[in-house]
């Protein structure tokens, strides 16, 4: 069975642009969660997608949105692009029942540096 | 709000020695917690789960936690480290807001073995 995939796996980017980054979760999952993993921040949730529906969201401004399909798949979006926004972004994904020990998977995530 | 501290950011093990890498958490309500590893270069791998079932979970690769509620703690043991154990450990708590669901990870410990 296929783990989450991500994609790009890495990208570079310049001040002001935008990214979309792809997530593809484990057949059957219809959760699907983004994280972001900075040296200095650590690991932080940024929110959470089940039936096409944002249903929570992390503290980051409005610049990091997201959506999801039909199929489950996500996408991630960042737009104008700062350096502090040079991060490992993961994608997770889950079963998803009411119970929350419902274990979360993670790709092995995009590497998304801004110059 | 729930939280995670996880004490030492680096710990350093001979191989063949007791690896104890310590999580406390902080929930006002019964909490979820996990444990992940995360090898260089590579997405989150979970190693074993505490959903309420048994205080004392056995994770792949040798590793097992304990849950000590008194404590408020969770913390990750292997009797004899390996090389290949060198990584960097997360220890994470979930937060279930109804259906919905995020974790919120500590700020990690590398863990280096050496010979």
């Known amino acids: 069975k296929a783990g989450v995939t991500q994609t790009p796996r890495y990208l570079i980017k310049t001040r002001g642009q935008q990214v979309t980054l792809s997530c593809s979760p484990i057949?059957?999952?219809?959760?699907v969660s983004w994280y972001q993993q900075t040296p200095g921040q650590g690991l932080q949730f940024l929110f959470e997608y089940f039936s096409e529906t944002q249903r929570n969201k992390g503290n980051f401004p409005g610049r990091f949105s997201g959506r999801q399909f039909s199929n489950s798949r996500s996408e991630m979006n960042v737009s104008t692009l700062e350096l502090g926004d040079s991060a490992l972004y993961l994608c997770a994904s889950r079963r998803d029942r009411a119970d929350s020990g419902n274990t979360i998977y993670f790709g092995e995530g995009s590497w998304l540096t801004v110059v | 709000a729930q939280s995670v501290t996880q004490l030492g950011s680096h710990v350093s093990v001979s191989e063949g020695a007791l690896v104890l890498l310590r999580c406390n958490y902080s929930s006002s309500v019964p909490p979820y917690l996990f444990w992940y590893v995360q090898y260089p270069n590579q997405g989150l791998q979970l190693l074993l789960k505490?959903?309420?079932?048994?205080?004392l979970v056995k994770g792949i690769n040798g590793f097992e936690a304990e849950f000590k509620k008194s404590e408020t703690s969770f913390h990750l043991t292997k009797p004899s480290a390996h090389m290949s154990d060198a990584a960097e450990y997360f220890c994470?708590?979930?937060?279930?807001?109804?259906?919905?669901?995020?974790?919120?990870f500590g700020t990690g410990t590398r863990l280096q073995v050496t010979l």
């Open positions: 505490y959903t309420s079932a048994a205080t």
């Open positions: 057949s059957g999952h219809r959760s």
């Open positions: 994470a708590v979930s937060t279930n807001t109804g259906t919905a669901s995020k974790l919120t």
